[in-house]
């Protein structure tokens, strides 16, 4: 009964990812895209104009990665005028923060926009309450990976716990749809202050898809302030770790 | 007997006058009939009001024939007589008749259950709402009513959990759902733009995302007639198996979590992550999202891809085998899992129960072999794995054999691949989101992803748009048999008995 076992171990191997702030992703990852003006905006028009949630405009020339799914289409159409890299560092403390325009080689992160009372009270410990209000489990899949044997985002205290009255703060996926509206308030309303607010996926910080759903209610997010916006289509686990360590304080960006 | 329209998985969309009108008398008996026969089951019955009418749509498949039997009726958009329930002769009418009541206030007569299905926004009646669901309770001072959700403690999506109890047993339990409601089918039919509801379609259920995309991508396809290389058809089964990998090995993981078995959790995350991160190398999402789109991809395969595929998927089925062999090896394990949460095939039958549940109640339904599309319909004849326990223990040992199946369907796609399109350019060109569509038709895409039968039917208007669009994950089939694996079962077993189905929230809500 020990030598399966052993097998597997032997197999198995190191798994954990030795630094978590040097990890580089695939080529083929889409991650923070630039964007290059040209005198010819037709490409960019017709780009724009098939842009599945309106996240891309041509005039002025913007992509809101609040509002992006990542399906690379853009690119495709307009390749001299956008083009997405891996760079996985696309989460931003403030909603405006993830408009991309022309130029930007980087997703902004001023330290100064995020709440001192956060590093202070949550840099050695976070436990999070992740409420999926209409998201489609690849969010919630994602967050339930960052915990896991890879990233084990647990090696520096910061983790997914059962109950909000456990927890410091709240992370919701999906667009929240009026029948979790209710439910997402009373868990965040459990929670002790101080307490921080987390967007995670495209469709938590805009709607998405559904922004214009009638089976979805937003009032929440227009009621509470969000520290942390982190788009993706799912968000992937780095997008998620490499937001969380930059608002405590523990990563510099640019 | 009444009229249908026949046709099969491949076959292209049908035109709606072709679609015969038969009166629900006839409809009634003869799917009372039909669905007493295990080789029939209800694919998807819809309700879509048109020109002052409300026409009833039902697609019914047969198992032995390979046939899909598409059959309408219709009655006066404001006739409130209610009709004789099927769901009272066939419990796998259920869900569908608790859909077509919600949404348009139609009347069954003496249909058991009648309750809320999702909850949607456009409900039929505004005063029933996720507050006043009608729970079932039984009295008695040596009872006691537990309550799960809609927020569960896990990271996953929310639904609500009423068991009854006698001690640590489950008398019974009952599952309320809708709260994931986000107007999917509605989004679907508001907008002209194909790349949108192509997106729409792979956020159906995001675990499930290259099925659901595939399902609908199949049915738009129909409805434009135009002819595909075979190698897009390789690609979309490479993407399907590589999905239904990765989540089998999730919950086998999530599996061995529950009950603390550490070394196979650990090591099906890490093989997990090598399969997602499998299929975000080549197509650059770790679901698989912007793989599966109309009559092209965007993502060809290239030799080092294919390579690359090759030798992670090989790598990842001869790890698994080892988790597996373990699993069989432990008796702490077997203890937990074995005749735990059985659903028998009885039960199955009558409540209409699809995918990997149903085959591991010894129901063999699976549509790669029923219904095939695609390369299932050419290059592999698949061949379903069947267990007949149809405990935790026989859905867990599903996932294992299906992981090493699909792995081995992989390595044999990719063979052709190589042999033809090593030296001459993949024929696979860019997507196509104008083509027009058949007008005043009716297009559907079955697909067995890795949960089951997965379901788009389209409907398009005169001008050829998408007029409606009706949605069926596997889920909507198979709550009801983890409601009935409860039965009799400690409360503890729950969540292995959950996880050995792990069924869809959102693919259910829509």
Request: with cysteine; charged share 20%.
């Amino acid at each position: 009964m020990i030598f399966p076992k052993l097998k597997v171990l032997h197999s198995h191997g190191q798994q954990a990812i030795p630094d978590l702030d040097a990890v580089t992703l695939t080529e083929r990852f889409r991650g923070r895209p630039e964007l290059t003006e040209t005198a010819d905006t037709a490409d960019l028009e017709a780009a724009a104009a098939l842009c599945p949630t309106g996240a891309l405009a041509a005039q002025p020339f913007t992509l809101d990665l609040g509002r992006c799914l990542f399906c690379g289409e853009c690119a495709l159409r307009a390749p001299r005028n956008i083009r997405f890299t891996n760079d996985y560092r696309i989460g931003s403390p403030t909603r405006e923060g993830l408009v991309m325009r022309p130029g930007m080689a980087v997703v902004p992160f001023d330290p100064a926009t995020a709440r001192p009372e956060l590093a202070r009270c949550f840099g050695q410990s976070l436990h999070l309450r992740e409420v999926s209000a209409g998201g489609d489990a690849s969010v919630e899949m994602e967050l339930g990976a960052t915990g896991n044997v890879n990233f084990d985002f647990g090696r520096f205290g910061v983790g997914f716990t059962a109950s909000p009255r456990h927890a410091d703060g709240v992370v919701v996926s999906g667009p929240v749809t009026a029948n979790m509206a209710e439910a997402l308030r009373i868990c965040y309303d459990a929670v002790a202050e101080p307490k921080l607010l987390i967007a995670c996926g495209t469709e938590a910080c805009s709607g998405g898809l559904f922004a214009e759903s009638r089976a979805v209610d937003r009032t929440f997010f227009a009621t509470h302030k969000v520290d942390l916006w982190l788009p993706g289509a799912p968000t992937h686990p780095m997008v998620f770790i490499d937001g969380i360590r930059t608002l405590l304080g523990k990563k510099r960006r640019g | 007997m009444i009229r249908y329209y026949t046709t099969d998985n491949t076959a292209a969309a049908i035109p709606l006058r072709d679609i015969p009108e038969v009166s629900y008398a006839d409809f009634y008996d003869d799917l009372c009939t039909k669905l007493a026969e295990p080789r029939y089951h209800l694919a998807h019955y819809f309700v879509l009001p048109e020109e002052g009418r409300m026409r009833f749509y039902a697609l019914l498949l047969d198992d032995e024939t390979s046939q899909v039997l598409v059959t309408s009726f219709a009655t006066d958009y404001y006739d409130d007589t209610a009709l004789p329930s099927l769901t009272a002769r066939h419990p796998q009418v259920h869900p569908f008749e608790r859909d077509i009541a919600e949404r348009y206030g139609i009347r069954f007569d003496g249909m058991p259950w009648a309750k809320p299905l999702r909850f949607p926004f456009d409900r039929y009646d505004r005063a029933s709402s996720m507050d006043n669901y009608p729970f079932y309770t039984i009295e008695g001072s040596e009872l006691h009513e537990v309550n799960v959700g809609p927020i569960h403690a896990g990271i996953i999506e929310p639904g609500a959990f009423r068991f009854i109890c006698s001690g640590e047993q489950v008398l019974h339990l009952e599952i309320a759902l809708g709260y994931q409601h986000r107007g999917v089918e509605h989004a679907f039919e508001t907008t002209a733009n194909r790349l949108r509801q192509c997106c729409l379609a792979e956020t159906v259920a995001g675990d499930s995302a290259v099925a659901h995309a595939t399902a609908f991508v199949e049915a738009v396809e129909k409805l434009t007639g135009h002819e595909r290389p075979a190698q897009l058809d390789r690609e979309r089964a490479i993407a399907l198996e590589l999905e239904r990998m990765a989540m089998q090995i999730a919950d086998t993981g999530a599996l061995a979590g529950d009950v603390s078995y550490q070394l196979g959790q650990v090591a099906c995350e890490a093989l997990r992550t090598m399969t997602i991160n499998t299929t975000q190398a080549w197509c650059g999402n770790r679901f698989g999202k912007g793989l599966v789109r109309p009559h092209g991809t965007n993502h060809p395969l290239d030799v080092e891809t294919s390579a690359m595929i090759r030798h992670n998927v090989a790598e990842i089925a001869r790890r698994y085998d080892e988790v597996r062999h373990d699993i069989k090896s432990s008796p702490t394990l077997l203890a937990r899992f074995e005749q735990c949460g059985v659903v028998t095939r009885d039960q199955m039958t009558v409540l209409g129960g699809v995918g990997q549940a149903a085959r591991a109640s010894g129901l063999p339904r699976d549509l790669r072999t029923s219904h095939p599309w695609g390369v299932y319909a050419k290059h592999i004849r698949h061949e379903s794995i069947v267990k007949t326990q149809g405990d935790v223990m026989a859905r867990l040992m599903m996932r294992c054999r299906e992981v090493l199946q699909s792995a081995d369907y992989i390595d044999r796609l990719l063979t052709i691949y190589q042999q033809k399109y090593t030296d001459t350019p993949n024929p696979c060109t860019a997507p196509d989101y104008t083509a027009p569509l058949a007008a005043s038709s009716l297009s559907f895409g079955l697909v067995e992803g890795w949960r089951g039968e997965t379901c788009h039917v389209l409907v398009t208007d005169a001008t050829g748009e998408i007029a409606a669009c009706r949605i069926k994950d596997a889920s909507l089939h198979n709550w009801t048999a983890l409601a009935l694996a409860l039965r009799g079962e400690g409360i503890s077993d729950f969540p292995i008995c959950n996880k050995s189905f792990n069924l869809s929230y959102c693919g259910h809500d829509l």
